[in-house]
């Protein structure tokens, strides 16, 4: 019973820091391009956002109740496999983070969840209809539907925008609509995303017989995801948040306040009817449409490929570990202390490699190298230019004198002629 309390125990710790990297992996979806066009200050930004998850994960249960009695059979789970779960899910968040990719990290959970129960107990404890239904079908139809949505929206804004003959007011008021529906997706995020995690520890309990099948979360277990997605949040994802925000296009506000707008909408639909919707998925959407639906905006397509593909590879690229690691933690207590060592060196791994080109609330609006050097040198030009203005001009040398000419001035022919130095 001891051992077994432990590694209920080791599940729960191990979900909420899943649960941490789904903040600072998804702040972008709320903050990416509130930052971007400079609405909010870095530091504002993912703190009001952080609040406003936290606020989020005490609005629903339907999420979290989709992932504890839905997707996979309850009978068939120990909570080894949970843990197998959520080294998946985790250690893909920290890759996706490292090269600056918005992946989703609700599929990247359930991936892991998926890959470590077909390992432990076969296909059959997978509710394939419920996979296909409420994961499968919105990670298609969310992005396709905000970027529509955000396209339209776009569109309507400028119009609208033509009539008015004031347009930095216009643009004022674009940029604290656009502060409003950063904090709303940021709402919707923590009702959507928290939940996530909320599923999984009601599972875990189920499964080690703390709680009885077809409970909904405590309010411990609310609680507790809802702070550590919030501290996540806080943290800031810097690298997706410099992706999101100029990576796959340039937006002004009138686009940030749409693309944020139908966003908010189709997660909290989502959220509302159960579905485990990827916030990812659904931002990445609209600001893609909000990039096509201004006269002349573009989408940088070569980001977009790279961004489709970690999509694709999400959901069998986290089964993968996760059931490569539930085969270890078949072992004993030696193999799952042993996927517990993997787990916490590689994700030191990750975290020193990423201090070697440091992304952080100074540096989130430099697209690349080539624009860090063009501020400096802009910063020094300034500097030399105004040093250069404060001294006085040096006297002229025997050499310039020579070069003087005499021009004759044409006002007064009586008049002396004039010396002007060329």
Known sequence: MESFSLILAIVVVTALAFDFTNGFHDTANAMATTISTGALKPKVAVAMSAVLNLVGAFLS??????????????????????FAALVGAILWNLLTWLVGLPSSSSHALMGGLI?????????????????????????IVAPLVAGLAAMFATRLTYRMGRKSA???????????????????????????????????????LVAGGTLAPDSDPPMWVILSAGIAIALGTYLGGWRIIRTMGKGLTDLQPQQGFAAQTSAATVILASSHLG??????????????????????????????????????????AAALVAAIAEWVCGFGSWGTALVAVFLIASSAAIWKISRREVVDHTNVNVTDATDATDATDEEQSGVVTAAMAAVAPPPASPAAEELSATIPAPTDPMAPPARTTV
């Open 275 to 316: 579905f485990s919707l990827s916030t990812t998925h659904s931002v990445s959407g609209s600001v893609m449409g909000a990039g096509l639906g201004r006269k002349g905006g573009v989408v940088r397509w070569s980001t977009a490929t790279r961004m489709f593909v970690a999509w694709g590879l999400t959901l069998p």
């Open 61 to 82: 249960v339907e999420v979290a109740n989709t992932i504890s009695k839905g997707l996979v059979d309850e009978a068939g789970i120990r909570p080894e496999v949970i």
């Open 166 to 204: 004031d347009s930095k007011a216009s643009e004022k008021g674009y940029r604290a609509g656009q502060i409003a529906s950063a904090g709303l997706v940021s709402l919707a995020h923590g009702t959507n995303d928290a939940q996530k995690t909320m599923g999984i520890i009601t599972l875990a």
């Open 115 to 139: 890959g470590a129960t077909v390992a432990s107990a076969g296909f059959g404890a997978v509710h394939g209809d419920v996979l296909v239904t409420k994961v499968l079908i919105p990670a």
